[in-house]
């Protein structure tokens, strides 16, 4: 890639020469990097005269009175949400027994665990035969889920309980 430059500085004599504006001095900075470049990468010369240095930077303010933010630009790790390690699970009490299930889990998996047989009819919620009271709440075991965890601390130690 080869970069050109403005016709000013062509003229090699110009490097010897005290500048007198800003664009001369511009010049004959951008040739005297330019010759100095060429020695070191034939192939490629690089390089930024003040006039660049000035555009980027009012392109750098004006992309910040646009965001109307400073901190726009800065990155910053991702904030991380904590919350309890432990699963929360749902305890289910059936005469003596006492089992935890994870919330969710369909009814008619966890019910016969805890050693509760529903009758089935329909199996698709229609007919509510196999209707279930869990913790105060009447729920079909064929399309029903086990609850959340209960807020109040004792049915949480002491599980919901299922009557059929």
Request: charged share 15%; aromatic share 6%; hydrophobic share 35%.
């Amino acid at each position: 890639m080869k970069l050109t430059s403005p016709p000013c500085c062509d003229n090699q004599q110009k490097v010897n020469q005290q500048p007198t504006d800003a664009f001369s001095q511009t010049c004959t900075t951008t040739a005297a990097l330019k010759q100095s470049a060429s020695t070191i990468s034939p192939s490629i010369t690089h390089y930024c005269s003040s006039t660049m240095k000035t555009f980027a930077f009012l392109a750098l303010a004006f992309l910040l009175a646009i965001c109307g933010n400073a901190n726009a630009f800065v990155s910053r790790c991702p904030s991380v949400v904590k919350g309890d390690s432990a699963l929360k699970m749902t305890i289910l009490t059936y005469g003596n027994k006492k089992k935890d299930f994870k919330p969710g889990t369909p009814l008619k998996t966890a019910l016969p665990q805890l050693g509760v047989k529903p009758v089935y009819s329909c199996r698709k919620g229609d007919c509510a035969t196999c209707q279930v009271l869990i913790g105060g709440q009447f729920t079909r075991a064929c399309i029903g889920k086990v609850p959340a965890e209960p807020k109040l601390k004792s049915l949480q130690e002491n599980g919901l309980p299922v009557s059929v």
